[in-house]
C-alpha cells in the first residue's frame, strides 16, 4: 500500500484560494489513479476529482469545474488541489486516494487522513 499525506488546508474567506497537496511514501505514485475527494459534516464523502497515472483522464466534479485544478508530479511523488474562488459550501475534510491503474470510480484502496478547509463567508 502507498501512504498518502494532504497538507495544505485550512481557513479561508469566500473568493480565495487554497491549494492542497498530497505527499506518498511507501511506494511510487507511477502507474496509480490519484484522486480528491471531500466530506463535509453529515454528508457523504463527494468526489472531487481525479487524474490517471499519465496526467491524462482528468475529471471533476460539477462543482469543481472551472474553480479546482488537479495536478500530479510523478517525481515528486505528489498530487495537487488548486481551489480558487471557494464558497463557504467547499467546508470540509479533503481526503487523497489512490488506486493502481484504474478499475472504477468507487476502487480507490489508499487514503490519507485528510485536511480540513474551511471557507468562510
Known amino acids: 500500500q502507498v501512504q498518502l499525506v494532504e497538507s495544505g488546508g485550512g481557513l479561508v474567506q469566500a473568493g480565495g484560494s487554497l491549494r492542497l497537496s498530497c505527499a506518498a511514501s511507501?511506494?511510487?505514485?507511477?502507474?496509480?489513479?490519484m484522486a480528491w475527494f471531500r466530506q463535509a459534516p453529515g454528508k457523504e464523502r463527494e468526489f472531487v476529482a481525479s487524474?490517471?497515472?499519465?496526467?491524462?483522464?482528468?475529471s471533476y466534479g460539477d462543482f469543481a469545474k472551472g474553480r479546482f485544478t488537479i495536478s500530479r508530479d510523478n517525481a515528486e511523488n505528489a498530487v495537487y488541489l488548486q481551489m480558487d474562488s471557494l464558497k463557504p459550501e467547499d467546508t470540509g475534510v479533503y481526503l487523497c486516494?489512490?488506486?493502481?491503474?484504474?478499475?472504477?470510480?468507487?476502487?480507490?484502496?489508499?487514503w490519507g487522513q485528510g485536511t480540513q478547509v474551511t471557507v468562510s463567508s
Open positions: 511507501g511506494r511510487s505514485l507511477r502507474g496509480r489513479t
Open positions: 487524474v490517471l497515472w499519465n496526467g491524462g483522464g482528468i
Open positions: 486516494a489512490a488506486q493502481f491503474g484504474y478499475t472504477g470510480p468507487n476502487k480507490y484502496t489508499s
